[in-house]
């Protein structure tokens, strides 16, 4: 059974960083893992995206320069490094893996959190 298990939200001022981690199990890690965020009354957006195997990162205009995508192959975990938060940023921040795509459409998905940037 595939689980995705995000962790690392909460509220931060703007300016502020966060680090996102995503614990999977049971994963056949191929293709690409990403980090999506739902912002309220929008809908879901991609934000950054890796190659599991390549290393080969994306991300969307809007967060390029400030987030950092990786992972730990040891640890079977996907982080999403936040730098220089700001208000829009704040959203559900999702996991998602299984797909051949960096931009989806996605196989597997955690259940999100909350990430809330405000002075």
């Known amino acids: 059974q595939v689980q995705l298990v995000e962790s690392g939200g909460g509220l931060v001022q703007p300016g502020g960083s966060l680090r996102l981690s995503c614990a999977t199990s049971?994963?056949?890690?191929?293709?690409?893992t990403a980090w999506f965020r739902q912002a309220p009354g929008k809908w879901r957006e991609f934000a950054a995206g890796?190659?599991?195997?390549?290393?080969?990162?994306y991300y969307t205009d809007s967060v390029k320069g400030r987030f950092t995508i990786s992972r730990d192959n040891a640890k079977n975990t996907l982080y999403l490094e936040m730098n220089s938060l700001k208000p829009e940023d704040t959203a559900v921040y999702y996991c998602?893996?299984?797909?051949?795509?960096?931009?989806?459409?996605?196989?597997?998905w955690g259940q999100g959190t909350q990430v809330t940037v405000s002075s």
């Open positions: 998602a893996a299984g797909s051949r795509w960096y931009n989806g459409p996605y196989d597997y």
């Open positions: 049971g994963l056949t890690f191929s293709g690409y």
């Open positions: 890796l190659g599991w195997n390549t290393g080969t990162t």
